[in-house]
């Protein structure tokens, strides 16, 4: 039987139960692994992509997106990396930022795990976010206010990537998101130990039962989540993606590396 176990009780029992705050986080074990989730209502929060500053440099660490919302009166509800990028931190696929359209949608198979098709657009529109596949985002035309593409995608409609092996033994720290139909119920994943993708992609469609999923990055994956007391530091990323509230809601609050 499908079991999960949150501080020895069931998920949907803590994770799921209220709306304190713009995230809801909580640490869950789930067949065997161990994973970082945190819940956002896309049509209450606001979610944002981050890249770069007013001048074009790469912003990279949770604490510089910190200290350019400071300005606004703004903090970091949560965060985490969102999409691969090349060795100078540009986007490897498709990038939107608040309309302003950094890279292009890349639709063709390649090397490495982006390349694995098929892969996927995380998309950012008003009152919703939505994981969407390659060719179905080309095909359909939508406009996100802000988007970025990875891959390979970990569940679509309701199914698992088809190149995923149960027992594959290519495990990694991963991260990843899923969404539920309506746009809505956005799930961001980061495991705590290694998984491979066909376990990874079975905490998104078997537990969470969400019907699409886009997988993030691997070891390079990094959380900031104040509500779980994180917030990873390291060497710079790419694209983030966070939710904002006002500073003050977050007062006090103290986070350990």
Known sequence: MWRALLWGLPLGI?????????????????EGNRYALCEVDASREELRLFLRDDTGAVMGHFSTIEDRLEAEGKTLAFATNAGMYHSDRSPVGLYVEDGSQEMRLVTNPGPGNFGLVPNGVFCLREGRA???????????????????QS????????E?????????????????????????????????????????????????????????????????????????????????????????????????N
């Open 130 to 148: 939505d994981v969407i596949e390659t060719l179905a985002f080309e095909a359909s035309g939508t406009t996100c206010k802000s988007a970025t």
């Open 14 to 30: 803590v994770l799921w139960s209220g709306q304190a705050s713009a995230v809801e986080c909580q640490d869950l074990a789930y």
């Open 160 to 256: 698992l990537h088809p190149r995923f092996l149960k027992d594959s033994d290519s495990r990694y720290i991963r991260n990843g998101v899923g969404t539920s139909a309506d746009g809505r119920r956005v799930v961001f994943a980061i495991s705590r130990n290694t998984v491979n993708f066909h376990d990874f992609a079975g905490l998104f469609r078997d537990h969470l039962q969400l019907p699409q999923a886009l997988y993030f990055d691997g070891n390079i994956s990094r959380l900031h989540a104040p509500d779980l007391q994180r917030s990873d530091a390291g060497f710079m990323m790419g694209p983030v993606v966070g939710v904002i509230e006002d500073r003050d809601t977050n007062e006090g609050d103290t986070l350990q």
């Open 151 to 158: 891959g390979p995608m970990l569940v679509i409609d309701g």
